[in-house]
Structure formats: C-alpha cells, structure tokens
C-alpha cells in the first residue's frame, strides 16, 4: 500500500517561472492538505481539498498560488511567476475518506523547491 | 498571531533518560492535540493524539499528557534512545476543522 507520493522530490525554477508539485494521497484518501515549512520555521499550513473542491484556502497567499484536487490524477499546487521567497519545503498530506475528526495526517516526502 | 507553540527550540538527553517536549497552545476551539516526528528529508509521521475528553494518552513509551485549564500539553519519551533523535511538532485542531495547527518543532537529540 503505497503511501502519499509527491514529485519531484527537488524542483529548481528561476525567478518569474512557474512551479508545478504534484501529489498523490494514499489509496482510499479523497482529503488532501499542503504545508509549507520556511527554513528554520515550522509546517504552515496553505490549502485544504477533496476531490473536486476547496475546502479550506485561508493559508494561501492571496496572489500567485493556486491548488487543485480533480477527479482524476493527482492534487497540483501551483506557484506563478516565482519569487526567492517561495524558496521552502512543500509537504502535501492525506487522511481517510471515512474519517471523523480525529484523524491523522499522512505526510508524504515533500518537494523541496528552490528559487535561483 | 501563534495559535501553537513550542518554546524550545531544541532539547539533548542522554540516552535511557526521560526527554519532556512541551506545547502550549491559545485557541480555546482546539480539542484534538496530535504529535508528529520528523526525520531529515522526510516528511512527517504520526506518533501519539489525545482528545480533549483525555488527560493522558500512552502508547509504549510515548506519553501525551493534556492540561486543558492552563492550554499545555506534554510527550514524554521513556526511556529516549538515539533513534528518537528527530523534530517533534506538537498539532492541534478543532472539532468541526479539517486542517491541523502545527507548532515551529523541538529538535530532541539523544546522545549514546
């Protein structure tokens, strides 16, 4: 049973690209959560998805990034037109369908994007 | 504004030793606490929860303990050992919330 797969595991953009991360849950996971961790900071958390929907985007920076979970295929988060500080560790989670409040998060290994 | 937080940074103890992570949080909304532990270059895994109906929470020799009066939790490790050696983060939500509040992390380091 595969667990949360994120890829790549290093992406390098230069200033003014876009950056793709993709992510998929663990099989029978439809919840999907990104963070991001700054360096020397801790998990923050950015965007909250089912399938097909947002559920949570109040830690999304208002410009420039967007997330997507569809029906089919893996969860996108997606930085335009990058800057130095988008520079960080993206870790994408997932947890059961079925789940209620108490659930855990499953973590994958997060995609480390660096910002020349 | 800091909803989690983990005062220090980092802690060292010496193998067999006790090792004390603690977390104090604000939101008074929060009532499911989780540890997760985090090796370099991997993401984070789940150790230990407590639900706010619980003062105490105890899986080998991982325990949770829940202050709800003063907003702080603890894990104690017993006995630590250099595997344990990781970044803790303390996690917190609410009832009706999907997401979890992470703290910064505390670097425990075991020494042999």
């Known amino acids: 049973n595969a667990g949360v797969m994120q890829n790549p595991r290093h992406l390098v953009r230069r200033r003014g690209q876009e950056a793709r991360l993709r992510c998929s849950p663990m099989?029978?996971?439809?919840?999907v959560y990104w963070y991001r961790q700054l360096p020397e900071e801790g998990l923050k958390f950015m965007v909250y998805?089912?399938?097909?929907?947002?559920?949570?985007e109040s830690g999304m920076p208002k410009e420039r990034f967007s997330a997507e979970f569809p029906k089919e295929g893996p969860s996108i988060l997606r930085i335009q037109q990058v800057v130095r500080g988008d520079s960080a560790a993206y870790f994408c989670?997932?947890?059961?369908?079925?789940?209620?409040?108490?659930?855990?998060?499953?973590f994958g290994s997060g995609t480390q994007l660096s910002v020349l | 504004d800091q909803q989690v937080k983990q005062n220090s940074p980092s802690l060292s103890v010496q193998e067999g030793r006790i090792s004390i992570l603690n977390c104090d949080y604000t939101?008074?909304?929060?009532?499911?606490f989780l540890w997760y532990k985090k090796y370099p270059a991997e993401g984070p895994t789940f150790l230990i929860s407590?639900?706010?109906?619980?003062d105490k929470n105890e899986d080998g020799r991982f325990t949770v303990f829940l202050n709800k009066s003063a907003k702080h939790l603890s894990l104690h490790i017993v006995p630590s050992q250099p595997g344990d050696s990781a970044v803790y983060f303390c996690?917190?939500?609410?009832?009706?919330?999907?997401?979890?509040?992470f703290g910064d992390g505390t670097t425990l380091t075991v020494k042999p």
């Open positions: 989670a997932s947890s059961p369908a079925a789940a209620g409040f108490n659930e855990k998060l499953f």
């Open positions: 099989k029978g996971h439809s919840h």
């Open positions: 998805l089912q399938k097909e929907n947002i559920i949570d």
């Open positions: 996690a917190a939500k609410g009832t009706n919330a999907g997401k979890s509040t």
């Open positions: 407590i639900s706010s109906i619980k």
């Open positions: 939101n008074s909304m929060f009532d499911y």
